[in-house]
């Protein structure tokens, strides 16, 4: 029961993932974990690692086309707020 306008219009996806502002936001972020030598995330991911996700230059990673560069370094981030947030402790 939907309006023709919503019904046939034009797919919007978001965020746009592929756009180089969100790459360059996303990854501002990401330098920003990169400095912190208490960022949780570091205790469970290489930091060499981050640093080459950082500097590739391949949009699309080995692992599929789901999940882009952009889109990795974001679940990083993710990962790294959710670790704070509720102060997950690694041991």
């Not at 972020?29 to 400095?35: A, F, H, M, P, V």
């Not at 995330?41 to 500097?55: D, F, P, Q, W, Y």
Request: no cysteine.
């Amino acid at each position: 029961m939907l309006p023709e306008e919503i019904l046939w219009r034009k797919k919007s996806p978001y965020p746009k993932t592929h756009n180089p502002a969100y790459m360059s936001a996303v990854s501002a972020r990401l330098g920003r974990i990169l400095e912190d030598s208490d960022a949780p995330l570091l205790h469970i991911v290489k930091r060499e690692a981050l640093e080459a996700l950082l500097h590739d230059d391949k949009a699309q990673p080995w692992y599929g086309q789901l999940m882009t560069t952009p889109q990795t370094i974001a679940y990083m981030l993710q990962i790294n707020y959710w670790l704070e947030k509720y102060k997950v402790e690694l041991v």
